[in-house]
């Protein structure tokens, strides 16, 4: 759990994946869209990552596990949360409050 909270505080915008996901693939391209370069961690590309993801369902609840987003070291939630946001349009000024884009 410290090593997903470690990452997750390191820049504005961190995505926590898996290569294969097609909802993550969604989300990266709807951040790039928007201007921001979050750092993306795919737990099936790292070696702890299964410990990772066990650490991101157990501790934080996310479920599914992946993708898992936080902005500004908050983990703000799925892809449903996120598309949810980037509907009503909060997504974006939380992007900029957490410094990830600057328009």
């Known amino acids: 759990m410290d090593k997903v909270k470690d990452l997750a505080s390191r820049k504005a915008a961190v995505i926590f994946t898996k290569s294969s996901c097609c909802m993550c693939y969604s ?5 790039y869209e928007l201007g921001a ?3 993306i961690h795919e737990l099936d590309q790292l ?5 990772m993801e066990y650490a991101l369902r157990s501790g934080l609840g ?12 908050k983990y703000v939630g799925s892809a449903r949360d996120i598309i949810s946001l980037h509907v ?5 000024q939380m992007l900029i409050d957490a410094k990830a884009i600057w328009f």
């Open 47 to 51: 070696d702890n990552g299964k410990e």
């Open 27 to 31: 989300i990266k391209q709807l951040f």
């Open 88 to 92: 009503d349009g909060s997504l974006k």
């Open 62 to 73: 996310c479920n599914p596990s992946v993708p898992a987003v936080f902005i500004g070291g």
């Open 37 to 39: 370069s979050p750092a």
